[in-house]
């Protein structure tokens, strides 16, 4: 509830900037900081439909020395907002009604692409148990842990988003468990918990059947699914959980077509039927171009083994069937080929994954965490490609292209952005620089 004491322009100038934006930073929230995070959001949804921005800073072009670009050129705008878009970017100028974001960047809010909001532990801490029996194992686990975690799956589902939008992220690709233990229940309690926070988060989800398709008869469920308010199908690597690549691809791409859905698929198999099982799934996408463009491989751990020519190989014929690939940043003993892919126009995006779940516990929340980690990864250190790393946070969207033309912010952009602490994107992926607010379809979350 709006506090009455405070007039509608401080209020949204303390929206913006104000102690809990500044207080939340990076790391994990605890308990008292979510609970105060949610009060916010709640709030703040509630603010009006056209307000202006001033001082806002935005990158302009690059600086170059000897043809390398040395420096990111910045100024200050006015940026007003009507109706959930991005109406107009003016000169600066004073204006007492606007709400000053005090020389912050603004840079277009963050997109986590693959993540599991629907099964967390997310904010009670629980480490991850001693794995037996690889992915089967898991399946297995799960049969016997959902039902008690599908009764507080809505809760846990809006902490998780509310740390989410701390690190600046307004969107998220959700896959939910469609099985026979949870049948479509963890999706309408995921389904509560976002129309709880639909002013000021967006999703897309996918049926995803973590324990199979025919490995435990998920069939009914992802046909009942499928009519329902979803976006993609999922799969769950179809040689060694259900046996056989044709048959689960073939119902798969089946019923995206019947339901007018995409597809993303967990592919964690990183032998022969990996490999397989990528170029059947183009070979499908290439006989039905009504999915290209609308089809990712999640993880696809098997570029990773390949040679560099067969990487290459790979890249072109999935930038050509229009599929792309969501990759969690993995290190250490696997090193996926993301400059590779992108340097053969393959869509790249990242995403958190499991947060505090019994899959894993390192998840943080951030994907400008992610982007910063690829950059390591990559040795990817000068200007330029720091802020070419900015695209794996946002799904694509970046100020300048590669030419240092600016392209974002235009007129009729949606009013979806964060205002962070940083001179240039490239020192905000470089120094995982703070996120002061957040902005949703123009709502200000925080």
Known sequence: MKNPGISRKDFLRNSVLGAAGMAIGSGFLNSAQASAFETNTAINSTTGKNYTLKNVKLETGFEYENGEVLHTKTGLFCIEISDGKIKSVLPNKPNSEAIDAKGLLMLPAFRDMHIHLDKTFYDDWQAVKRRTGGVKGMIALEQQILPEMLQTSTQKAEKLIGLLQSHGTSFARGHVNIEPTSKLQSLKNLQTALENKKKTFGTELVAFPQHGVFYTDSVPYLKEAAKMDIDFIGGLDPFSIDGAIEKTIDFTVQLALDNKKGIDIHLHESGDSGLKTVQYLIDKVNENPNLKGKT????CFVLGKLEKAKQEEIAEKLAAAQVGIVSTIPFGGLIMPIPTLMQRGVTVMTGNDSIIDHWNTFGTGSVLQKANLAAQLYGQVTEFNLSRMLK?????????????????PKAGDAADLVLIDASCSAEAVSRMSPVRSLIHNGNIVY
């Open 296 to 299: 990712f491989l999640s993880h």
């Open 392 to 408: 794996l946070a946002t799904a694509g969207s970046i100020p300048l292209d590669d030419k240092g033309i600016q392209q974002w």
